[in-house]
């Protein structure tokens, strides 16, 4: 393309190509790019600062939330360590009221005991001398009374003496012993027994069968039921039955009491009780 060259009053006019105006254009577009890609690096460092600060915060605001967790776990804990230890004060004090009563019972047992040890002192005292009276009335009254049994008897009333002297028993066992040697002596006069024994009968020592009615009659007879007696106790020796009607009923009597027949009516000899002195 040629060039025109044009004169206008003082001036020329050059017109120019389309070259020129693109290599305009394409500098002018990369000015704005130039100035565009220059404000994006500053926005972009402006918002990189924004979420660093922002950062920075949302990490402050979450080491405080910590503590305030930490510091509500704590008051909660402190909270429940306080009302199991307010339950355990009140359940202390409703076990020493409980303990109070019962030393104030105890001692009051306590008391009452010294009491009882004092009085028991004296009757421990008082018991020996009882007892010993005891066992000699005991004596007397089997030397008196009808003779069964004579060698148990008086066995027992030895071995009570014998336990007077024993460290080992107290007071109140001896006495004990004595109370039970009386409660067979009472037995004796509720039952009818009988036994072997040896006995003199005719000058002879004979083997017999002796039946104690209570404390009203005590008889024998001999096996073969030869010879039959009842005790006098006016004389306090044997005396020989003679009847066969006597005899009869003590061969009765003996069987009744070893329960080898029924138990019946019996008429036996029996004598008059002694007057009162």
Do not use: C
């Not at 004090?93 to 019962?102: C, D, G, K, M, S």
């Amino acid at each position: 393309m040629k060039k025109i060259q044009r004169k206008t009053g003082l001036f020329s006019v050059i017109p120019l190509s389309r070259q020129f105006f693109r290599q305009e254009f394409l500098l002018s577009s990369f000015v704005a790019l130039i100035g565009a890609v220059l404000a994006i690096n500053v926005n972009a460092a402006s918002v990189d600062s924004t979420l660093d600060a922002s950062a920075k915060k949302t990490a402050k605001a979450q080491q405080s939330q910590q503590k305030i967790d930490n510091l509500s776990d704590q008051t909660t804990e402190l909270f429940q360590t306080f009302k199991q230890v307010n339950k355990q004060v009140e359940g202390l004090r409703v076990y020493n009221a409980q303990l109070e009563a019962q030393v104030e019972h105890q001692q009051k047992t306590m008391a009452d005991l010294e009491a009882s040890i004092e009085n028991a002192a004296i009757m421990e005292r008082q018991i020996t001398p009882l007892t010993l009276k005891m066992i000699d009335s005991l004596d007397q009254f089997v030397n008196l009374d009808l003779p069964f049994l004579l060698d148990e008897r008086k066995q027992r009333v030895t071995r009570l003496r014998e336990n007077l002297n024993r460290s080992d028993l107290s007071a109140a066992e001896k006495f004990r012993q004595v109370l039970e040697a009386y409660k067979i002596e009472s037995e004796y006069g509720t039952r009818i027994d009988s036994y072997t024994d040896m006995i003199n009968v005719s000058g002879q020592d004979r083997e017999v069968n002796i039946l104690r009615v209570g404390r009203i009659a005590l008889l024998y007879q001999t096996a073969n039921q030869q010879y039959s007696g009842v005790w006098n106790r006016n004389t306090k020796q044997w005396q020989l039955l003679d009847g066969s009607d006597e005899q009869e009923a003590l061969a009765k009597g003996i069987r009744m009491a070893n329960k080898q027949v029924a138990v019946d009516m019996l008429e036996l000899p029996i004598s008059a009780p002694e007057a009162i002195q």
